[in-house]
């Protein structure tokens, strides 16, 4: 029985030598979000946000629109630090969506101004935000696990139409 033992970790051991195995991080996928952009500033009952004017290494990864969800606007990010960025808008009560949108980070008394306009800085666990209320009935949030010079960043750019 030992000597069963014995050849089984040896061969596993062969296997793990010879067999490639790549440990780096995954090739990040940038999605297209035109499309879904032009449907929902179609369909939603507020100017729906996109960035405008951020270089390319700034990849988005998601996108959707919920119209039968309060016109609920997403549009995630990779920033160029690694860091995860999220576009958040929705006609939905602001206190449920900015708790669930920030992952119950807690609002604090600073705020900045971002191009003319007064946002709240959130601190959370995991997700810090940036918070824009009652913009013709909606809220935005720039949320995410990047600092809040790239949060500010991020919604420097945001432009509606």
Known sequence: ???????????????????PHDDSA????????????????????YPV???EGLPSSWKATSVRFQGDNFDAWHLGFH?????????EQSAQKPAVFIDETTQGAERTNVTQKIDGRTWTRY???????????????????????????????????????
């Open 1 to 19: 029985m030992i000597l069963s033992m014995g050849i089984v970790v040896l061969v596993a051991g062969v296997i793990y030598l010879f067999i």
């Open 26 to 45: 995954p090739d990040i996928k940038r999605v297209d979000y035109r499309v879904e952009l032009l449907t929902a500033r179609r369909a939603a009952s």
């Open 49 to 51: 946000a996109a960035p």
């Open 79 to 87: 920033a160029p630090d690694g860091q995860y960025v999220g576009v």
């Open 123 to 161: 601190k959370g666990g995991r997700y810090d935000a940036l918070v824009l209320q009652g913009t013709k009935g909606s809220t935005t949030v720039v949320t995410g696990t990047a600092s809040f010079e790239q949060l500010t960043r991020m919604a420097g750019a945001l432009r509606t139409k």
